[in-house]
């Protein structure tokens, strides 16, 4: 199936797409901020930033329910905030402080949200692929109609365990969907230099589970795409595949400067196909807002960024005795 791209005049209305608008900007902003906080010092260790690939998350949080889950590899502040997890509390759990998520003790790929059943943040490349089957297991034997968000790379689409889940997954017809983010990279290597064939989406027709490539720069396509795939699971189907074609502006991680790319090739991405720049100009050309309605929207969102690196560093560094808690699970 070709990708799916949405037509000039989408049937759509002001305030969905303002939504996806403040969303998208939301993970941006708090990015570049993260970004800034890491150049400082005051983020430690990994942090794999997300900035190009909001319209993915963004899109498919737009089709799920209350009670639907998501799991993710370590790229993962845009799919918690996209849940609706407090920005203050994954800064302050980047920066290593008390008042972040895991209480300072986790960072950018270890923070869990029960109330938003966001089941992490997986640094091992892959290994959320059969967690997010398991979660589905578990709500297909409570019979509860919910269905799980799995999220990993096309990197990580070439690991032996995502066929193993694939497999079971369709053997158990799991209200799963596997959304690969193929932003074309893994770390340094390029996905025609990996992948033996690039269609990663027909993976799944070995195991009869069918599969889609969307257009990840573009939100609503995204939302269509995710309709779809969530109906499929709620009507008892078994699994979905979506292959969300994306970029990502920055390096894998902070600390990679990116020779292995051109300059030129991410700025063309950026200023053909940034997703936030689509949803603005639908804005504008289909006079929902104004410029000026915009630029309120960009200071709100600035300000919430701002309050969240604020409490960051208001919030202080773990105690010693917080290395004794959250070891074992409450009997
Ligand atoms: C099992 C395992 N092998 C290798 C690594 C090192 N590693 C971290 S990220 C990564 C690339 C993954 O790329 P992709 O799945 O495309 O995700 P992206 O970073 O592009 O979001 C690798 C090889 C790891 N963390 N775990
Ligand atoms: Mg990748």
Same mark, same amino acid.
């Given at each position: ?82 849940? $609706? *997890? /407090?920005?203050?509390? @994954?800064? =302050? ?10 209480? &300072? !003790? #986790? ?108 257009? $990840? *720069? /573009?939100?609503?396509? @995204?939302? =269509? ?10 009507? &008892? !189907? #078994? ?93």
């Amino acid at each position: 199936m070709a990708a799916r791209r949405t037509t000039k005049k989408p049937n759509v209305s002001k305030e969905e797409l303002l939504g996806y608008y403040r969303d998208m900007l939301m993970i941006r902003r708090f990015e570049e901020k993260a970004g800034q906080l890491y150049g400082m010092g005051l983020i430690g260790g990994f942090c794999h930033l997300y900035i190009g690939q909001e319209a993915v998350v963004v899109g498919l949080e737009a089709a799920t329910e209350e009670g639907d889950k998501r799991i993710t590899s370590y790229r993962d502040h845009g799919h918690m905030l996209a849940c $609706g *997890m /407090d920005p203050k509390g @994954v800064m =302050a759990e980047l920066t290593g402080r008390e008042g972040g998520y895991s209480r &300072g !003790k #986790g960072g950018s790929m270890h923070m869990f949200s029960k109330e938003k059943h966001f089941y992490g943040g997986h640094g091992i490349v892959g290994a959320q692929v059969p967690l997010g089957a398991g979660l589905a297991f578990a709500d297909k034997y409570n019979d509860n109609q919910r269905v799980t968000f799995t999220y990993f790379g096309d990197g990580a689409a070439n690991q032996g365990q995502v066929y193993e889940t694939f497999n079971m997954a369709a053997i158990w017809d799991l209200p799963v969907i596997f959304v690969i983010e193929n932003n074309q990279y893994a770390m340094g290597t390029a996905q025609q230099r990996s992948t033996s064939s690039q269609e990663i989406y027909k993976r799944g027709e070995a195991f009869g589970i069918p599969g889609e490539e969307v257009d $990840g *720069m /573009d939100v609503l396509a @995204v939302k =269509a795409a995710s309709e779809k795939a969530v109906a499929h699971c709620r009507a &008892g !189907k #078994g699994p979905y595949i979506l292959e969300v074609k994306t970029y990502r502006y920055r390096g894998h991680s902070m600390s990679d400067p990116a020779k292995y790319r051109t300059r030129e090739e991410v700025q063309k991405m950026r200023e053909e196909r940034d997703p936030i720049e689509g949803v603005r100009q639908l804005l504008l050309t289909g006079k929902h807002a104004t410029e000026e309605e915009l630029k309120a929207v960009d200071k709100e969102i600035k300000d919430i960024v701002n309050e969240s690196a604020e409490f960051s560093k208001q919030s202080p560094e773990p105690a010693l005795e917080e290395l004794w808690t959250d070891i074992y699970a409450d009997a």
